[in-house]
């Protein structure tokens, strides 16, 4: 395909401001970036990401010297911590921007001089109720017991002439732009949001700052005395980031431009920017995605209330992939989540080791074992194949439409659909079974699984890129995501096999969170009556099958000459696969008891040592129910 024919896509993070290292809110915001970038250049498009860090202003200024620090050393150290954390999340921007940049401050520059020269910027005394951390007057009604709303402090009375940015001229057109484009501001109840604040008159915007009062910042190109308000100097940066007005980037990209912030900055992005854009002659963006908060606990997280998380902790301590799973699994875009360790270790266990890989494990276990890695060819598709191979282009259709949304944690709800479809078709055809009777029909319910699973490979590559690898590494094809997209496996034919299916390590370990009890050593004899009492039999295991809510346990069907479900801890040690027709030894006569809400009516002897959990068995096939003595 020719570059030039192919459609545009630009997504943009907020840039962060550098008075805190980055923390999990800055670490959400990017990764939804990341995930929805890589969606876009798998679907074909020609995509361009911008991040980058917010330098000027008092804020950044009070943090330098908290510190200790010159600002220029200061805000280089920080702009470098954020830089340096996004590769470690496999943060894929193509441009980091900080608006201490030179391209970046003559764009401001330029901006300035246009809205000034069309008479959109004034001068004017002005006199109000300042707060320094929020860097913005406020106006009475705004105010909390006369403090300000946000940080409860007091606020300075402060009195100066300044330039004014005509902004309320603009009201009445960006009403009826919002109310023309229903997408403009998304999810929905933002866009309400920001129309409800629009029925009251706005007022022009403070945009400058005396340099005697603060000097870190860009010059206004008409009036040296004054530095640039540090948010009509931020917002810039979606278009300076393109070379703004001259650059091919600028020109390809900005009109297909879309930027994610959290509600926090709703109001300058929904509001001062697309006036600022209309003031310069410039289109507004095509969508502002807004979404909601982590909260840790009760509040917000911000460095002030000292609970950061810090991202790279969690993702070091349980995978960067699941770190980056959870955070799109668990939020729902737009509305406020609460993070705990517990809910990421819950959908790490279940979502991710019991669901996905397990599916991966048992299917690549089974090609290698009973095909020698090589797929076979189907034979022919009967109605209880065609129901999930029909199945899968109805995923890839839903989940393309809901990642468009930015609908992630129901885009990943689609393919877990197909996950859990996939595990079930396992269950029912029983491939081991096929394997002793029927090759044919163990070729098309293998190529089944494989088609379904490189699906889901492609589908997850946007969340969890280094698992998609590895399962595609696995089942032997080229790698997805790289150089192809969903195109290859839309159709089932179009994926090549370079290489024999492999089994690989598990690709998400599960988490114990439970003690394990110590096994405390019983050093008193018995007699031969004590060990008489035990009715302990032979047993072959027929069915073996996950218990819901639990890591460890499996629920076993027993053939000891009568059939017994027996509830045992195997699930850390063995496959289900591999239990299936496995001789045992069982302690019938143990009081029953329920696990889980499953009777089990016995004990399955096994021995541990280092190496793991054994099973105890006979040295020949022995038949069921054969008593031991
Ligand atoms: N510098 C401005 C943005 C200028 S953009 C032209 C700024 N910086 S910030 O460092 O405070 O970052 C705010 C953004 O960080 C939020 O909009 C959001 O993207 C992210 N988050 C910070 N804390 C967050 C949570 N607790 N939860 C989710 N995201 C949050 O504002």
Not at 141 to 163: A, F, S, V
Not at 243 to 257: I, Q
Not at 346 to 352: A, I, K
Not at 363 to 374: H, L, P
Request: net charge negative.
């Amino acid at each position: 395909m020719k570059k030039s024919s192919r459609k545009a896509f630009y997504i943009t993070t907020p840039i962060y401001y550098v008075n805190a290292e980055p923390h999990l809110g800055h670490a959400y915001t990017t990764i939804v970036a990341d995930v929805i970038a890589r969606f876009y250049r798998l679907a074909g498009y020609d995509t361009f990401f911008l991040t980058g860090t917010d330098e000027h202003g008092d804020k950044v200024v009070e943090a330098a010297t908290k510190a200790g620090e010159d600002v220029k050393a200061y805000v280089d150290r920080i702009a470098a911590s954020f830089r340096e954390a996004w590769p470690k999340l496999d943060i894929t921007h193509d441009y980091f921007i900080r608006t201490t940049d030179n391209n970046h401050e003559h764009t401001v520059e330029e901006i300035l001089t246009r809205v000034y020269d069309r008479g959109d910027i004034y001068f004017s005394e002005y006199e109000g109720k300042y707060c320094v951390g929020c860097e913005r007057f406020y106006t009475d009604t705004e105010l909390k017991d006369d403090r300000c709303p946000i940080h409860l402090t007091e606020l300075k009375i402060i009195r100066e002439e300044n330039y004014f940015f005509r902004m309320s001229k603009y009201q009445e057109w960006l009403i009826d732009y919002i109310n023309e484009h229903p997408t403009f501001i998304r999810p929905e109840r933002y866009r309400n949001e920001v129309l409800a604040f629009l029925r009251e008159p706005l007022e022009d915007l403070c945009i400058s700052r005396p340099k005697r009062r603060l000097s870190w910042g860009i010059p206004l190109p008409f009036d040296n005395n004054y530095v640039t308000y540090v948010w009509f100097d931020a917002l810039i940066n979606y278009i300076s980031g393109l070379s703004y007005p001259d650059g091919e980037l600028f020109k390809r990209f900005w009109p297909v431009a879309q930027h994610i912030i959290a509600k926090d900055i709703l109001k300058p992005h929904a509001i001062f920017w697309p006036c600022m854009l209309k003031a310069a002659g410039i289109e507004p963006y095509r969508h502002l995605n807004v979404h909601g908060y982590w909260n840790i606990a009760a509040g917000k997280m911000s460095k002030s209330m000292g609970n950061i998380v810090r991202p790279m902790d969690m993702a070091g301590e349980y995978g960067l992939d699941a770190f980056r799973y959870f955070l799109l699994r668990d939020m729902v875009f737009g509305l406020d989540s609460d993070f705990t360790e517990e809910s990421l270790v819950r959908r790490l266990n279940s979502d991710l080791a019991n669901d996905l890989g397990n599916l991966v494990s048992r299917s690549t276990t089974m090609i290698v074992k009973y095909c020698d890695g090589v797929v076979p060819a189907p034979a022919e598709v009967g109605e209880e194949d065609r129901a999930i191979r029909e199945a899968v282009p109805r995923v890839i259709e839903e989940y393309e439409a809901l990642m468009k949304e930015f609908t992630f944690h129901k885009a990943l709800m689609a393919v877990w659909e197909l996950v859990g479809k996939a595990n079930k078709y396992i269950d029912t055809t029983k491939p081991w079974v096929l394997a002793e009777s029927d090759q044919d029909r163990l070729g098309t319910v293998l190529d089944t699984i494989v088609g379904v699973i490189q699906t889901v490979s492609v589908l997850i590559w946007p969340f969890m890129p280094r698992t998609a690898e590895k399962i595609q590494r696995q089942l032997g094809l080229e790698v997805v995501g790289k150089e192809l997209g969903f195109d290859s496996v839309r159709e089932w034919s179009k994926t090549k096999r370079v290489s024999p299916v492999t089994k690989g390590p598990p690709l998400f370990p599960r988490v114990t969170v439970e003690r394990e009890e110590p096994v405390v050593p019983t050093p008193e004899l018995v007699d031969l009556n004590d060990f008489q009492g035990l009715d302990l039999r032979v047993g072959i295991i027929r069915r073996a099958e996950p218990v819901r809510g639990s890591d460890r346990l499996l629920k076993l069907t027993v053939d000891i000459g009568e059939e017994r479900t027996i509830v045992a801890g195997l699930a850390p040690h063995y496959d289900i696969d591999e239990l299936n027709n496995k001789q045992v030894i069982v302690l019938a006569n143990l009081k029953p008891i329920k696990l889980k809400g499953i009777e089990s009516q016995g004990m399955i002897l096994a021995a541990e040592d280092e190496q793991g959990v054994h099973l105890v068995v006979t040295d020949a096939e022995t038949k069921p129910g054969s008593v031991i003595k």
